[in-house]
Nanobody, 115 residues
């Protein structure tokens, strides 16, 4: 059974940085691409980042390009999202997603960016 567990959320000030993590269990992590989504309060879940199976190719939504960087650690079965120069509009619950388990979502990790 595949499980995704996000972590690292909290309260940060505008302009600060934060790194959140997602650990995957239940399938061969290194075989699948991963993606990050965010869901602001009262809104739909939105794509923000994608990283391929090897970590050599990443893509980002225009809204975060240049501020967010995704990476992955095969040994830890973990994918990361480094977020810099945070803005209040980034306040949301953040989810990771695995191409190897398209119907599985974790609980998400929430962070709030205060102005």
């Amino acid at each position: 059974q595949v499980q995704l567990v996000e972590s690292g959320g909290g309260l940060v000030q505008a302009g600060e940085s934060l790194r959140i993590s997602c650990t995957v269990t239940g399938h061969t992590f290194s075989r699948y691409s991963m993606a990050w989504f965010r869901q602001p309060p009262g809104r739909q879940r939105l794509f923000i980042a994608h990283i391929n199976w090897s970590g050599t190719d990443t893509r980002y939504a225009d809204s975060v390009n240049g501020r967010f960087t995704s990476s992955r650690d095969k040994a830890r079965n973990t994918v990361y999202l480094q977020m810099n120069d945070l803005k209040p509009e980034y306040t949301a619950v953040y989810y990771c997603h695995s191409a190897g388990a398209p119907d599985v979502w974790g609980p998400g990790t929430k962070f709030t960016v205060s102005s």
